[in-house]
């Protein structure tokens, strides 16, 4: 014979569910406070979408730029210099290479122009002094002739006393200046008949 539920054991049934269901809720809150917590504070690339393809501009990014063109080297020997021994000596640089037969430049170095210019072309050296009067009356050193402009000869030098200073652009004198290192290695190299290369 089945026994009748009082009225008190239903109320304290509700009362339990009640509870549980409380209980519940809330757990569920919490975890879902607790999972909002842990995705906010992930680092950015754990925090990420998970499947989301990266944006055009993003991928061209990645890639490697592309690799500058190399600049040219400015004590390289002018390219239009011809081949073989040689000095070459560009006018608009104001600078002179002396080129092995194999074509490297042994020496480069910078020099202070003439008021009269050699014609660019292909010329050779056709006399050298060891020691005399500039026609600037500058005593100078290791002269080394290999064009002639107006019966002005022109030839690389050096001043005795090691100056470099730029000539009175009115006067007709055809001395290329250098320093004496420079003046030294000249002339060990340009021995009469060696071929000298005047590039603009």
Same mark, same amino acid.
């Given at each position: 014979?089945?026994?009748?539920?009082?009225?008190?054991?239903?109320?304290?049934?509700?009362?339990? /569910?009640?509870?549980?269901?409380?209980?519940?809720?809330?757990?569920?809150?919490?975890?879902?406070?607790?999972?909002?917590?842990?995705?906010?504070?992930?680092?950015?690339s754990v925090?990420s979408? /998970?499947?989301a393809?990266?944006?055009? /501009?993003? $991928?061209?990014?990645?890639?490697?730029s592309?690799?500058?063109?190399?600049?040219?080297?400015?004590l390289?020997v002018?390219a239009?210099?011809?081949?073989g021994?040689?000095?070459?000596y560009?006018?608009?640089?104001?600078?002179?290479?002396?080129?092995?037969? $194999?074509?490297?430049?042994?020496r480069t170095?910078?020099?202070?122009?003439?008021?009269?210019?050699?014609p660019?072309?292909?010329?050779?050296?056709? /006399?050298?002094?060891?020691?005399?009067?500039g026609?600037?009356?500058v005593?100078?050193?290791?002269?080394?002739?290999?064009?002639?402009?107006?019966e002005?000869?022109?030839?690389?030098?050096?001043?005795?006393?090691?100056?470099m200073?730029?000539?009175?652009?009115?006067?007709?004198?055809?001395?290329v200046?250098?320093?004496r290192?420079?003046?030294?290695?000249?002339?060990?190299?340009?021995?009469?008949?060696?071929?000298?290369?005047?590039?603009?």
């Amino acid at each position: 014979m089945r026994q009748r539920q009082s009225k008190g054991d239903f109320t304290v049934a509700r009362g339990s /569910s009640g509870i549980v269901a409380g209980l519940t809720a809330a757990a569920v809150a919490a975890v879902a406070f607790l999972a909002y917590q842990a995705s906010a504070n992930a680092p950015a690339s754990v925090a990420s979408t /998970s499947g989301a393809k990266p944006t055009a /501009s993003a $991928s061209a990014s990645a890639q490697p730029s592309a690799k500058p063109e190399p600049t040219a080297d400015p004590l390289a020997v002018p390219a239009a210099s011809g081949e073989g021994e040689r000095v070459v000596y560009a006018l608009k640089d104001r600078r002179v290479w002396l080129v092995d037969a $194999s074509d490297e430049a042994i020496r480069t170095f910078t020099v202070m122009p003439s008021p009269v210019s050699p014609p660019p072309g292909v010329h050779q050296v056709t /006399s050298r002094s060891g020691k005399v009067q500039g026609s600037d009356g500058v005593p100078i050193e290791h002269v080394v002739r290999f064009a002639n402009v107006d019966e002005v000869a022109i030839g690389f030098s050096a001043a005795q006393d090691g100056s470099m200073a730029s000539p009175d652009p009115t006067s007709k004198t055809g001395g290329v200046r250098m320093k004496r290192a420079d003046g030294n290695a000249m002339w060990t190299f340009a021995t009469v008949g060696a071929k000298v290369v005047v590039v603009p």
